[in-house]
């Protein structure tokens, strides 16, 4: 599903429907398109992920990191899944 969200690259922010799915069991945590958009903007920390995929991540909770799988593709950002982990465990 495509979004129109514009970050600082100027890219279209696309969610797989796995992604959307996710976000919708966590909203009980905070977990939104928003915070999601936010933490692609400026993430707490980046990382190469598998597959040339890249995974960034910001302040979910006090507790909680919300970790953002993505692709950069000529379209924009493809948003693959999200999850939620234990900040103590990724600083």
Request: no cysteine.
């Amino acid at each position: 599903m495509r979004v129109k969200w514009y970050n600082k690259l100027a890219m279209e922010l696309r969610f797989t429907l796995h992604a959307e799915e996710k976000l919708l069991r966590l909203t009980k945590v905070g977990a939104t398109k928003k915070k999601v958009a936010e933490i692609l903007e400026a993430p707490e920390k980046s990382v190469e992920g598998y597959s040339g995929r890249k995974i960034a991540q910001g302040a979910l909770t006090n507790d909680l990191t919300l970790r953002v799988v993505y692709e950069e593709t000529e379209e924009g950002i493809l948003v693959i899944t999200v999850y939620p982990a234990e900040r103590r465990r990724y600083i």
